[in-house]
């Protein structure tokens, strides 16, 4: 089994990725050919060509088969998202991506002459009308900052591996057990039983009857898939002279003509159906695996009592099916880049937890999910491990084993927390049980909720406009609204209210915003095949964003630096309103020279009482402007009547962020990093080791939250024993259980990351935790390798 793995790991691990056009190729050809038909028909085709056209094959040492390019570790030009000019194809080339010279002109030539209805010129069709809205994006408070001439966007668009629609930017865990147990063919007749009862007597019924093709579509596309794979599969074995192997490829063909064509019906074949149907629901870095330990459990334990496979077996195929997930890529315009460094994917597969009549949910797949990781020793899939009162100490144990390893994986959630957030908005409690992580940590429940925008909003920067009476110094744009001369403020509550009025404004625009990509999300992007998946998907006869949710969480804020400003908020209420050391006029000359010429004040900020050393003055104020926060959130409206929710992931949005902003009252210099995550310290301040960071996040109300995100590091000398990890899992269980949502950790050590950073080729399987997801520490920018470096190294 190793030796298999191993193998085929070889082939996946790489250093440069190719760019492919084929896929963008199809997809013009097919609504060229389909030009009048409207787009929820035409997208259903674009499925069935996509399916019956992309090329495929079966690597060598293969169990689980399905390509998910063009190429063998390729990206697909994506051509919904943005427009792919020569300027940020060359950035590509810079970075290492590879891309053949006649694909790059033809690509070129194929944009001139389709012009691409893209999500972000659609967006940009509205927002470079409006100057209120334009001048917010232009200072970059949603991450990338969008470019002044009309036309550019963020610039760049998406390259990505997967057969499905793009570019699914969306948090959404759809139902993986309708086409496990039902089969593409039930699913196709219920659909064409739903078709059949319509009457045309609504202003809807056309639409839904549209609609009905389009799922139909989607499920013959899932099933040619199969097909065109079995009879593959079955031509290799023909020729194939080598027994054991001959043997594999005839099982794989046997497999293919059944699913997903069928219902599953046992471990290898649900398997298989799911990477086709993970195939045709991406592109999509954020796609979750669900609780994969939960519905695949009675496949296996069949088998298992039957005969049919082994433990060791059902692990090799947990492990071919990471290391198929490692073909699944995306990268994005240069500016993007930047705030998903590490080729960021969140592929998350939640493990653990309770079921949905309140009891534990472990089982033995939970643990062969954790052997496959530390036997593959690969970044993705992302498992989250959810903890409850009730989680197995042996299930701990398992997964601090895992961690130790250095991989940052598994990471840990609290029950307690995550299905709060669900019930304290309606939901009822057996449905919020059944939630999954979607994205790094955004919960979700299957079938049943979904997220579309969410805008990564640097809080600080809206602190630097507020300092600037609503003005962008970067733009010289009036962006926000005027709150007063930041020098004549003479009380800490008048500060502090002022700050949230320009808080308050630029979420209201950030709202508008979410608002006009759902809309467009909705016109131009439909996809049936999730939508069939969701509740009622079929039963509903309408898209996943044109209908209200059972939980409606249709779009979410999330803010980047919330750390940052309740720092800055204590250090000015201690030293300027409190001591009266100084003036806010000798702190606006501080900040604006970029403390440049005022180091000793700067010390005086940055040794203010920091966030996460159990230190009650600045916690209160930390968990008053997180309360504040999240009513602020709550009083704004998606277009489906629901309020938006609060979030709270960074993945590497605190280095672009920095960039943008200026010197921070917390002693942070100009255009220095952010704090990560959105219960994390500001790296170095959390100097009293880890129960006190985790005793000031337990201060801050997180249940509102759909994500909160913290991360540790530990020594590799930290966790040496049994002890160690007892301890920490101690640690972790209370944490998680009093309010706390999430931690991760990082087990490396400091001299180790500043040798990979040096000599890379040395290091190339080093593994970091960044935020909500692991990633190889040489393929992070400069910038984020040395905030991994700078985070506090903690000990039990």
């Known amino acids: 089994m190793v030796d298999r793995i191993e193998r085929i ?138 470019k002044s001439e009309r036309g550019s966007g963020v610039g760049g668009g998406y390259a990505q591996s997967g057969l499905g629609l793009g570019p699914s930017l969306i948090l959404l865990a759809a139902d993986y057990t309708k086409l496990l147990h039902l089969g593409a063919d039930e699913l196709i007749r219920q659909a064409e039983e739903q078709k059949e009862k319509i009457r045309f007597t609504d202003k809807d019924s056309a639409d839904r009857f549209r609609y009905y093709q389009a799922v139909i579509s989607a499920f013959e596309a899932m099933k040619t898939l199969g097909r065109r794979y079995s009879e593959l599969a079955e031509a290799m074995a023909e020729k194939e002279t080598r027994p054991e192997r001959k043997k594999e490829l005839l099982e794989i063909a046997k497999i293919c003509s059944r699913v997903p064509a069928k219902p599953a019906e046992s471990f290898r074949e649900a398997i298989q159906c799911f990477w086709f149907l993970f195939l045709m629901l991406s592109p999509s870095t954020t796609l979750p695996g669900n609780r994969f330990d939960q519905y695949m459990y009675p496949y296996y334990e069949k088998d298992l009592a039957e005969g049919r496979i082994t433990r060791e077996e059902a692990i090799e195929l947990l492990c071919c099916l990471r290391l198929k997930d490692m073909e699944l890529n995306r990268t994005s315009g240069k500016n993007n880049r930047k705030k998903n460094a590490g080729m960021a994917k969140w592929h998350n597969f939640t493990i653990g937890g309770v079921k949905a009549d309140g009891s534990d949910a472990t089982n033995e797949l939970t643990y062969l999910l954790l052997e496959a990781a530390a036997i593959t020793k690969t970044p993705h899939h992302t498992l989250t491990l959810r903890v409850h009162a009730g989680t197995p100490e042996k299930l701990m144990q398992k997964a601090l084993e895992v961690v130790r390893m250095g991989m940052g994986l598994p990471a840990f959630i609290g029950d307690e927390s995550y299905i709060k957030t669900f019930t304290s908005r309606g939901l009822p409690i057996e449905d919020a049980r059944e939630y999954v992580m979607t994205g790094c940590l955004d919960a979700n429940v299957p079938g049943k909720s979904r997220t579309g925008p969410v805008p990564m909003v640097t809080m600080p920067l809206i602190f630097d406009i507020f300092r600037h009476n609503g003005v962008d110094v970067k733009t010289g744009k009036k962006c926000g609204i005027e709150t007063g001369d930041f020098t004549e403020f003479t009380n800490y509550e008048e500060f502090y209210q002022g700050y949230l009025k320009q808080v308050d404004y630029m979420i209201g625009v950030m709202a508008e915003k979410d608002n006009v990509e759902l809309t467009i999300t909705r ?90 050393n159990n230190d009650s003055y600045v916690d209160e104020i930390m968990a008053r402007w997180f309360a504040d926060f999240c009513a602020i959130v709550d009083s704004k409206q998606t277009i489906y009547g629901h309020p938006l929710i609060p979030t709270g992931i960074s993945i590497t949005s605190h280095q672009p962020g920095g960039e943008l902003t200026g010197a921070t009252p917390d002693g942070r210099r100009a255009h220095e990093i952010l704090a990560d995550g959105s219960v994390s310290p500001m790296h170095g301040m959390d100097t009293c080791g880890p129960t006190c960071v985790m005793s000031s996040a337990m201060k801050i109300n997180q249940d509102p939250f759909q994500a909160t995100l913290m991360n540790m590091k530990f020594t590799p000398s930290a966790l040496k024993t049994d002890e160690d990890l007892k301890k920490l899992s101690s640690l972790i269980r209370t944490y ?16 180790t990351l500043e040798a990979a950073k040096k000599n890379p080729k040395e290091y190339r399987e080093l593994i970091v935790r960044i935020a909500g997801y692991s990633a190889y520490f040489v393929q992070l920018n400069a910038q984020m390798q040395d905030e991994v470096i700078e985070r506090m190294e903690q000990t039990l």
């Not at 706390?740 to 400091?750: A, I, L, P, S, W």
């Open 736 to 751: 998680l259980t009093h309010g706390g949502k999430h931690v991760q950790f990082n087990v490396v050590d400091r001299e």
């Open 523 to 612: 016109e131009l992007l439909p996809d049936p095949l999730r939508s069939a998946l969701m509740y009622q998907g079929i039963e509903s006869g309408k898209d996943t964003f044109d209908r209200v949710m059972p939980f409606e969480n249709g779009a979410v804020i999330n803010p980047i630096g919330m750390i940052n400003i309740g720092d800055i908020m204590a250090a000015v209420k201690k030293l300027v309103f409190d001591e009266k050391k100084y003036t806010m006029a000798e702190l606006n000359q501080a900040l604006e020279a970029g403390w440049n010429g005022y180091e000793e004040m700067r010390l005086d900020f940055e040794h203010a009482p920091k966030y996460g």
């Open 9 to 146: 790991k070889k082939r996946v691990v790489i250093d440069h990725y190719p760019i492919c056009i084929e896929k963008f190729r199809i997809t013009l050809e097919a609504r060229k050919k389909y030009k009048n038909l409207p787009v929820m028909v035409q997208r259903g085709k674009i499925l069935e060509e996509i399916a019956e056209k992309m090329p495929i094959g079966i690597n060598e040492d293969e169990l689980i088969v399905g390509m998910a390019a063009s190429k063998p570790m390729g990206l697909e030009i994506d051509p919904d998202y943005g427009v792919w000019e020569q300027d940020e194809i060359d950035s590509l080339k810079e970075d290492g991506y590879l891309i053949d010279p006649e694909d790059e002109a033809e690509l070129q030539k194929l944009n001139q002459e389709h012009s691409p209805a893209t999500l972000i010129n659609q967006m940009g069709n509205i927002f470079y009308e409006n100057e209120r809205i334009i001048s917010v994006l232009e200072a970059g408070l949603c991450l990338p900052p969008w």
